[in-house]
């Protein structure tokens, strides 16, 4: 393990340091991001809270290794990805993040395991390693059971449960939930934040962003995020928006 405390070497999963990210079309100017700093350990369950326009989505593109800031640094597991081309960072995601999305983002016409291999495949495992390992992933989520279903052959909290398989089969540094919740009723998006209590049990580190406090709640650290600028003193953030 690397041990001295230059930036991106401190052991932490995430270290954003002083990122902006601006928007610009013709003479217009959107400061996004205003000079976020976040630093995620491993094993840790954090939650982004925050209401419509408040820089969410822009955040979690830059953590998913979806876009890069306009300044400022972001390492993941210790590697600088600011610089990176973007062939490099679609290695880095595959190979550091699991994503869960709100709209579940699986292909309808694969299977659950089929869904689930995928990312496997891509990475370069073997045919018969990446059968077992959907399966494993999919026993984990308790749907041992629906392996062979397809997405419309599945309710939104099981399809939500496949995403979740999926996003933890290639054992990642991250898992990263954008409103994983957003799509549920009540009953499954429990069942979907249980899962997401048990993955933080086994030691998986887990940044869910959301604008829904009760979501929020589920983590063991809130961080509100309003007009581009953190805030870790979610008390406060949590009053204000009840
Ligand atoms: P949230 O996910 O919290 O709703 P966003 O990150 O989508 O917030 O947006 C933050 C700010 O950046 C908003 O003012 C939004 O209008 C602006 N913005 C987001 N994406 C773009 C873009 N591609 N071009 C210009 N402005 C953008």
Redesign the pocket.
Known sequence: MMTDSAPGTSGAVIEVEKVTKV?R?GSLS?A?LRGVSLSISSGEYVAII??????????MHILGCLDVPTSGSYHLAGENVGGMSEAALAEVRNRRIGFVFQQFNLLATMTAWQNVELPLAYAGVHRSDRKERAMEALARVGLAGRVHHRPGELSGGQQQRVAVARALVTEPDLILADEPTGNLDSTSARDVLRLMDELHESGRTLVLITHDVEVASASGRVVG?RD?LLTEDDSRYLESVR
């Open positions: 928007y079309s959107v996004a925050g209401p419509s326009g408040s820089g969410k989505s822009t955040l995020i581009g």
